[in-house]
């Protein structure tokens, strides 16, 4: 049974970091996209970064200089590190996996994780 569980979540104020975990089981990273992505109250769920082990790593909006995508193939597990935190950040944040190339696109994903809570506050 493929599952994703997401990690590391909480109160941060601004300016502060935090790492995201997303532990994979059922399945190995290889050949899966993992994406992270977002959803703050009402609004839409959008792409935040994404990690495919053939072409490397993608980043969405502005994440790209403040947010930092690895692996750890032996650990099954993507993590995403978020620094230099701003309220706007306040989201759930959730991993997904797809057995293809990385996507912004939520809709595409097959499998995705229960999210963890990121809130940024002073």
């Known amino acids: 049974q493929l599952q994703l569980v997401e990690s590391g979540g909480g109160l941060v104020q601004p300016g502060g970091s935090l790492r995201l975990s997303c532990a994979a089981s059922g399945f190995t990273l290889d050949y899966y996209a993992i994406g992270w992505f977002r959803q703050a109250p009402g609004k839409g769920r959008e792409g935040v970064s994404c990690?495919?082990?053939?072409?490397?790593?993608t980043y969405y909006a502005d994440s790209v200089n403040r947010f930092t995508i690895s692996r750890d193939n032996a650990k099954n597990t993507v993590y995403l590190q978020m620094n230099s935190l701003k309220p706007e950040d306040t989201a759930v944040y959730y991993c997904?996996?797809?057995?293809?190339?990385?996507?912004?696109?939520?809709?595409?994903?097959?499998?995705w994780g229960q999210g963890t809570q990121v809130t940024v506050s002073s």
């Open positions: 990690i495919w082990s053939s072409v490397g790593s």
């Open positions: 997904a996996a797809r057995r293809a190339e990385c996507s912004s696109y939520s809709g595409i994903y097959d499998y």
